[in-house]
């Protein structure tokens, strides 16, 4: 009906070929916080720009229940969810989104909002207790029960990957530890020798089944663990066959009770069954349990069995004792076959949602019916015209019973119409099925209106469509985006804006990876062949190849699982190119890392210490405790609640506390209290997230209980005067001490200090002393006596502990004289920068550097002296602190920093008692003078006595601009005859060559270099030249070979000529000796 619709509008003459683009599933998490609505995406037309478009969207959570849930601004396009999804409600929504504007209608898209699990589910054990036997022979590692729980989260996440552990056992003989558990299966066996039913006929094991792999959301439940006596008789089925049948949709319904018999002693472990389902039941749909006679197994339903997905299970069951066979012998099997019964829980459907027929001699409309049901819930069918529908329209079924005819009444005007039909089954279940008719001003079969008939149709009650343009291109920005690359390079189409949304992808992804995320498509990909790539981080850039981008297609996929604690979210940048000088504008693409409940609380620290007085009345809080959460705090992942789940010791009253679930305040809230009997307590704190059901850890709070504070410290002496030196930190003024007659030791006697008035500049702090009973003032700031000579303090003395009375305050009045002493001078500034250039002359005036001296009220003569002169490079005048050359300054020494160079001076005045001393620094910045020649670099060369290039020699000059370069070069000497050299274009490198092909050997090459200031050094080069051409420069190893150390082929002959005639003359000389005697 769809194409029919297409082919109305092609009539009007507009045509427009439809370009392809991607649509991929977009990701929402759920239980987002808020507030609402949440901006999902948005939807945009292409002719949003020509002409006012109205947007809309319909299907599950739009239209349909649950109705609202998203919603559409019609005239935005902007799509938004208005409250928390739930994904154990329902996974994923699929919506439709449509848009028109005046004469314009684009084709409808489809999208799909999948829903990301959250850990907001606790495990559940599928019973509680788990009852098991297990005789008192057994072995080390046989495995007699298991304990099972089941999470409604996604198991294919780590949020529904429940790990078991043993926490408790009951009693704690012969050891602590006899069983072990599977941490995946839940199977427990024994570990340990020593079971005797003699003296523990039965253990109590504490199971711990917790999410996110045995480290997120946690339950407990127990395993009642009976010891038996051995088994040597088998149990076996009354029947090995049965044929049962099931409704669909029902839970819990018993299918079938297996009968068995079994010869060991009835009541023991060896006589009571177990059963397993060992094969055809993968979908976990049933479940076998062991009935009130021990002897059967009852086979009931857990999950809904669904006639249309599978008609028939075929279930394989063994039967075992409670206790292990202390021989080898068969296990018997029973074999169940289960037929589902269809019921009628679904009503049927009309196929056909939009239809076109004439207004006049019509033909019936055929429109088929499905229904999800089979016979006899099915068809036959029957059907009805609903409200309006009645007056126009009339409905009937075909011979068949199968397919409706529908057929106009009467003639009606050109437009739109819904027509409601009922439809329903064999059952009488129905449905109200809406079918959107567009009637044409046409006669029979010729559904191709005029396009004035167009431009006539009354569509929603006389609202004008004119169906003017086909333009189906709309841009949908979503959590996951369409991603539509539509430019003109060459190629025919228009320019479109779109939109780019962050998107999602959850942490921790369990893969296969990698995983397709979302896919690029050009518009220009069904015309010319595109290439596609991204980059960023995560693609081209650290972690490299995260991320990943085929180039042919333009997937996007991530090859391993995210973390959101190591990185929140990734920007890449997608590009598009094609032949023909086809280039896509580069789009950005921003990854949100969707959290995952991967992380426990962890307290701040452990344990937490608190005092609480004996005489503390209900509501009373005295301490808080705190745990952080490293995952999201913006969701209940990172929303951390508190409990209190122990109490040590119990008395009174087991819940003497109460802990504010949200801050961690914990506070008094019964009587009884009493420090006498029970001086301290600890509580045993849980931090869990998932506001409290998540992932838990624990830590103490320990609490002292102290006396009630009811008598007060006071002063021993209220009044006291001393004397401190001026600008001195930390000295000690005076040691206050009181009394108090509460309990020695107790937060009622302890004491604390405050100054209440006179140090407005804050200079003194007060602090309680080592006894615990005195306040120790000392000074903070250097006092000047310059600016004020007299402080006068005024202190009062506290507990720890509030008054549970009201007390008296106690204050002491404290004068501070404030002493003069000699301070030392000080250099204004007391760091000087000045500049001068290196090539000052000795004895030249660099600076006069003088101090004041602080000391206003005395009369004293300052002196200055050398500090610390590094270089030697100055003199002071003592009287006047004028400073001098003393030797010429160098800028390029190695005692100059970035240009400049440090000395220290010295004020010194003359108090007859202790001379004090002031510091100065003075900074030169050394101005640079030409003073140094430039250098050749390299010492050594190699090259070929033919066709050689040139040799490349680097300059240096210790000078910076403008005393260095450029440079120039000239050959000195005999250098001039066989060697050319120049400068290189930027006249910062010498380029050597040879004039004429000399013999092989090694030539001193002299050069003179200028630098720009016509300053020069003649350089001498080691040239060693080899009998080669071009490049060809052998290693001068090789080269000396024929060289003999560097010197030409007829020096080598000689020196070998003379080594061998001084070999011929040591035989002779030998000869003579040996002939004489």
């Known amino acids: 009906m769809a194409k029919e619709k297409i082919r109305c509008v092609w009539q009007t003459g507009l045509k427009r070929a439809k370009r392809g683009w991607v649509i991929p599933p977009f990701n929402e998490p759920e239980n987002s916080r808020g507030p609402f609505p949440i901006k999902l995406a948005e939807i945009k037309s292409d002719y949003a720009s020509e002409t006012a478009m109205t947007y809309r969207i319909t299907g599950e959570g739009a239209d349909l229940p649950p109705v609202g849930l998203f919603k559409c601004d019609k005239n935005t396009g902007t799509i938004s969810v208005t409250q928390p999804l739930d994904r154990e409600r329902k996974a994923f929504y699929a919506l439709t989104a449509y848009a028109a504007g005046e004469g314009i209608k684009e084709k409808p898209i489809e999208f799909i909002i999948n829903v990301i699990d959250q850990n907001d589910n606790k495990p559940e054990f599928t019973q509680n207790p788990f009852n098991g036997q297990v005789p008192e022979a057994a072995l080390n590692d046989h495995e007699f029960m298991m304990v099972t729980a089941t999470d409604a989260d996604d198991p294919n996440t780590d949020n529904g990957d429940v790990r078991y552990k ?87 319904v018993v299918v079938v009770k297996l009968i068995v018999t079994d010869g060991d002693e009835v009541g023991s472990p060896a006589w009571s069954t177990k059963y397993k389902i060992i094969n055809g039941d993968k979908g976990g749909f049933f479940n076998v349990s062991t009935g009130p006679s021990q002897l059967e197994g009852i086979i009931t339903t857990v999950k809904p069995l669904d006639y249309e997905k599978t008609k028939q299970y075929i279930l394989s069951v063994i039967v075992e004792n409670d206790d292990p066979f202390v021989l080898s012998l068969p296990t018997s099997t029973a074999t169940v076959t289960v037929n589902v019964e269809d019921v009628n829980d679904n009503p049927p459907s009309v196929t056909e949602r939009e239809i076109q027929m004439c207004n006049s001699e019509a033909p019936p409309a055929i429109l088929s019916i499905t229904d999800k049901d089979g016979s006899p819930h099915a068809g036959p069918f029957r059907v009805d015209t609903q409200g309006e529908t009645q007056k126009n329209w009339t409905a009937r079924m075909n011979v068949e019973l199968t397919q409706i005819e529908l057929m106009l009444r009467t003639t009606l005007e050109p437009g739109i119409y819904n027509v409601i039909l009922r439809v329903y089954d064999q059952g009488d279940m129905f449905q109200d099925n809406t079918i959107k008719a567009t009637v044409c001003d046409c006669k029979g079969d010729d559904v191709f209106p005029s396009e004035q008939q167009l431009y006539a149709l009354n569509i929603n009650r006389r609202i004008r469509h004119i169906l003017l343009h086909l333009k189906t291109m709309i841009i949908v920005r979503l959590g996951f985006i369409i991603f539509l690359l539509q430019f003109s390079s060459g190629l025919k189409g228009a320019k479109t804006g779109w939109v780019i949304p962050p998107f999602n992808e959850p942490e921790n992804s369990r893969g296969p990876f990698p995983i397709k995320l979302s896919q690029i498509k050009s518009d220009y990909a069904s015309e010319t062949a595109m290439t596609y790539r991204i980059t960023g981080e995560g693609a081209d850039l650290p972690p490299v190849g995260l991320f990943k981008c085929d180039k042919n297609t333009g997937t996007i996929s991530v090859t391993q699982p995210l973390d959101r604690e ?102 008094v809230i019964a009587t009884g209290l009493d420090r006498e009997k029970h001086r301290t307590y600890t509580l045993l704190i849980q931090a869990a997230d998932m506001k409290g059901e998540g992932g838990a850890t624990t830590g103490t709070a320990v609490i002292t209980v102290t006396d009630s504070n009811d008598n007060p410290p006071e002063f021993d002496q209220a009044t006291h005067e001393v004397s401190v030196p001026e600008n001195q930190v930390g000295a000690v003024v005076v040691k206050l001490t009181v009394t108090d007659g509460d309990e020695v030791g107790s937060p009622a006697w302890s004491t604390k200090y405050k100054i209440i008035n006179g140090d407005k500049g804050g200079f003194f702090n007060v602090s309680t002393g080592p006894s615990q009973l005195e306040g120790i003032i000392t000074t903070v700031k250097p006092l000047d006596y310059e600016k004020t000579k007299q402080y006068i303090l005024a202190v009062i003395v506290e507990n720890d502990d509030p008054f549970v009375l009201s007390l008296a305050t106690s204050t002491a009045t404290v004068t501070v004289n404030v002493e003069d002493v000699n301070e030392p001078p000080e250099f204004k500034p007391k760091e000087n920068l000045i500049y001068k250039p290196e090539d000052l002359p000795v004895d030249a005036e660099v600076i006069t550097y003088t101090a004041v001296d602080p000391d206003t009220a005395r009369e004293q003569t300052l002196t200055y002296r050398i500090g610390n002169d590094p270089a030697g490079w100055f003199n002071i005048v003592k009287e006047t602190g004028v400073i001098k050359v003393k030797k010429l300054m160098d800028r390029e020494s190695p005692l100059v920093i970035d240009g400049k160079y440090k000395a220290l001076f010295l004020a010194v005045n003359n108090d007859e008692k202790a001379p004090a001393t002031g510091t100065g620094t003075l900074i030169v910045q050394l101005e640079d003078v030409n003073d140094n020649p430039p250098s050749v670099t390299e010492r050594e060369i190699q090259m070929c006595n033919r066709e050689a290039p040139p040799a490349i020699l680097s300059i240096t000059d210790k000078d910076g601009s403008p005393h260095a370069g450029p440079f120039r070069v000239d050959t000195q000497g005999e250098t001039q005859k066989n060697w050319t050299a120049r400068m290189n274009v930027e006249s910062s490198q010498i380029e050597l060559m040879l004039r004429t092909t000399l013999e092989p050997g090694i030539y001193n090459v002299i050069l003179r270099v200028y630098d720009q200031g016509d300053m020069f050094q003649d350089n001498t080069i080691k040239a060693t030249v080899c009998d080669c051409k071009g490049q060809d420069v052998v290693y001068i190893s090789v080269c000396y070979q024929g060289l003999a150390a560097g010197l030409p082929l007829s020096g080598v002959l000689g020196i070998l000529g003379g080594i061998l005639a001084l070999l011929l003359l040591i035989l002779l000389i030998v000869f003579v000796n040996r002939k004489s005697h």
């Open 166 to 252: 043993i926490v408790g056992q009951t009693p704690p003989l012969p050891n602590p530890n006899m069983f072990d558990i599977n941490t995946v299966t839940g199977g427990i066996r024994v570990i340990a020798t020593g079971l005797d039913r003699e003296k523990h006929r039965t253990y109590t094991l504490l199971i711990q089944a917790a999410d996110m792999k045995g480290e997120g959301g946690a339950t407990t439940g127990t395993a009642v663990i009976t010891v038996t006596d051995s088994n040597d008789n088998a149990p076996e089925f009354d029947q090995a066959t049965h044929e049962v049948s099931v409704p669909e949709n029902q839970v819990g």
């Open 566 to 667: 190591r990185k929140a979210f990734y920007a890449l940048t997608a590009y598009a190119v094609g032949e023909g000088g086809i280039k896509e504008k580069p789009m950005e693409i921003i990854i949100n890392v969707i959290d995952q409940n991967d992380n426990k609380p962890v307290f701040t620290q452990n344990p937490f210490n608190g005092q609480v007085p004996q005489a503390a009345l209900n509501d009373h809080e005295f301490m808080t405790v705190t745990a952080t959460d490293a995952d999201d705090p913006n969701t209940d992942n990172g929303d951390v609640r508190y409990k209190i789940v122990g109490q040590t010791p119990p008395l009174p009253n087991p819940n003497m506390f109460d802990i504010n679930t949200v801050t961690g305040g914990i506070r």
